[in-house]
């Protein structure tokens, strides 16, 4: 079990692997938990004992790290050491990173090249769901629907004339062309505002814009072949920060969606399209996100391929939704990763 490392989701990726470990453990695996950038990377374990697994829930605050000697750190644990052993030794390896090495494709490439078998997406997929750009250009000729949208690289004083145009139709919403979109969310109304964010953005970063959608936002989940029930996350403020998202008394969630079934239809559609567009197959999970406009028409923002598994997140919840307990929803995870080395020896 991998969880922890060094990205801004650091804490969210320790309540989502010791939750995911202590169901593994009451399905009867042994398991041992290991953060590859913490200075004592093994947190627990090897045991199938639950209660010998400590308990963690994300405080709601972005970590204080140093993200360079963190991936060093990391790096070198991953590569050499005892955990490298842990790892060659395991059956299976389960991610639950977020953000970060785990998000972006680089821990599933080194798990890739040591031959290791690793729940969830690959390498490639993730890293093409990483991009938010990337996504955005392929959805379109998957069917899926987004709104208009523009990229922007934060080289210059100038403000891009495409986003000012956009600007124009009404509020932007500015965000992170890579990584979770929460993790830099600004909503701007006027040409000074957006020049105070890509001002304040580091020199060379890539930056999304996209028209502000100011109705309701909803995730749909795939597990395999199946789609999940829609969840509507409920939430104070313009849209889903970190703070929304993880802070106590921040966004709950509503599974099943209270909303037509010819919508909740259309979404699910869309999530496998969603799923499929960036490469995911029958042997893989992932969490679309979907804002709805003025009209009540879904837009899909982001496709997720390592989403959350604290038991709390918008997956587990539309999981249960489905009538999949936590522990279930795990164990099909694993099995998931069983039924893609299966096919993949056909």
Known sequence: MLCGAESLERYVSLESGLSVARALTELGHEVEVIDPAAPHPVLAGPTRDSDALPRFTSPGHLPDRDEAEDRRRMFTALTRGPVRDALHAADLVFLALHGGWGGDGHVQSLLEMAGLPFTGAGSAQCSLAWDKRRTLQLLPHAGVRVGPWTAHRTDDGHLPPE????????????????????????????????????????????????????????????????????????????????????????????????????????????????????????????????????????HCLEVNACPGLRTVSALAHSAKGAGIPYADLVDQIVRLRRHRVDHSEH
């Open 163 to 298: 986003s000012v145009a956009l600007l124009k139709e009404g509020p932007v919403v500015v965000k992170s062309a890579a990584g979770t979109a929460h993790e830099m969310l600004h909503l701007v109304c006027v040409e000074d505002e957006l020049s105070r964010v890509l001002h304040g953005t580091p020199a060379g970063e890539e930056v999304v814009l996209t028209p502000y959608l100011p109705g309701r936002e909803f995730s749909v989940g795939v597990l395999g072949r199946r789609v999940l029930p829609a969840v509507e996350y409920m939430f104070d403020g313009p849209f889903l920060d970190y703070r929304a998202k993880y802070a106590e008394g921040g966004a709950s969630h509503t599974c099943p969606a209270q909303i037509p079934p010819r919508l909740e239809q259309h979404l699910r559609e869309q999530a496998l399209r969603a799923h499929r567009a960036v490469g995911l197959g029958d042997g893989d999970y992932s969490r679309s996100d979907f804002r709805c406009d003025r009209r009540g028409e879904p």
